[in-house]
């Protein structure tokens, strides 16, 4: 691995855990963060900082150049929805659109992936400096046992939502008694499990996995405290995570909620 790396630092707290995991292993911080997303601390620990708005994808590139850059990782959430909501674009983003068959998560990430790596910029596994924050294949949750019931119902979402995410659609299915309740699409995670919780109440199993042959380099499933606050709140049953690919972000805090609230927890390959 290069002594310099890139980040493109999107939402939430992965990117600044990823930055001083890197920064512990010597490694020079060079930070693209996208404006109005990236958390402010990502400045203080970055060796070079800059903020750019999505659509910006040459001024990135020139950035990372400047540094000599030549391997980055893209960590943090960008909502897909805001694809539709560019006002201003650089040439090469563009030419970049020009180039995505066409605007699944994938396709556009895929393609971005490879715009880089033809402008000298290789982008590597984006766990690469969050191996920690991997899910086990484990019950976290050991004093909560499955019942007959629960079983079927965690075999039967998981069934469908290798389905789902086999289509590009969304990492995330809500199912209670052998029935589809919701399923992630644009919206995101939480708002999948509310609309779920608004139409079947209590007792929701919550599924998140990867795509099939899941590209490591972008888009790995996370789940954070606000999501186990929220299946707390409409009380649901179980949350089951993909082991080996899904990050645990506040993973003491998640576990000690999951077993007050009798929330099943597990990691399942």
């Known amino acids: 691995m290069a002594d310099t790396i890139g980040f493109i630092a999107g939402e939430s707290q992965l990117p600044l855990l990823a930055v001083r995991a890197a920064r512990r292993q010597g490694k020079k911080i060079i930070v693209a963060a996208i404006k109005n997303l990236a958390v ?11 903020e750019f708005s999505i659509g910006q994808l ?23 929805a805001a694809i539709f909501s560019i006002w201003k674009a650089d040439g090469q983003f ?9 605007k699944t998560t994938t ?5 971005l992936a490879d715009y880089f790596s033809g ?12 191996r920690d924050y991997l899910v086990a294949a484990k019950n976290y949750t050991p004093r909560h046992k499955i019942g007959k019931n629960l079983a079927l119902d965690i075999e039967f979402g998981w069934e469908k939502a290798w389905g789902i995410a ?5 990492q995330t299915i809500c199912v209670k008694n052998r029935a589809v309740v919701a399923v992630e699409a644009m919206e995101g995670t939480d708002r999948a499990i509310a609309r779920a919780a608004e139409i079947a109440g209590p007792g929701l199993v919550v599924i998140k996995v990867s795509r099939p042959n899941h590209d490591m380099r972008f888009d790995v499933p996370v789940a954070g405290l606000s999501t186990m606050n929220l299946l707390h709140t409409y009380r649901a049953a179980a949350f089951v995570l993909e082991a080996d690919k899904t990050l645990m972000l506040d993973q003491p805090q998640i576990i000690a909620l999951a077993q007050k609230a009798k929330i099943l927890l597990m990691g399942k390959k």
């Open 40 to 50: 402010p601390e990502l400045a203080v620990e970055a060796d070079a900082w800059a």
């Open 58 to 80: 040459g001024a990135v590139i020139r950035f990372f150049r400047k540094y000599d850059v030549h391997q980055a990782l893209m960590v943090g959430r960008v909502n897909h």
């Open 94 to 102: 563009i030419r970049f659109l020009a180039k995505v068959k066409d």
């Open 107 to 111: 396709s556009l990430l895929a393609t």
């Open 119 to 130: 402008a000298g910029i290789e982008i590597i596994d984006s766990t690469f400096f969050l």
């Open 166 to 170: 086999g289509l590009d659609i969304g």
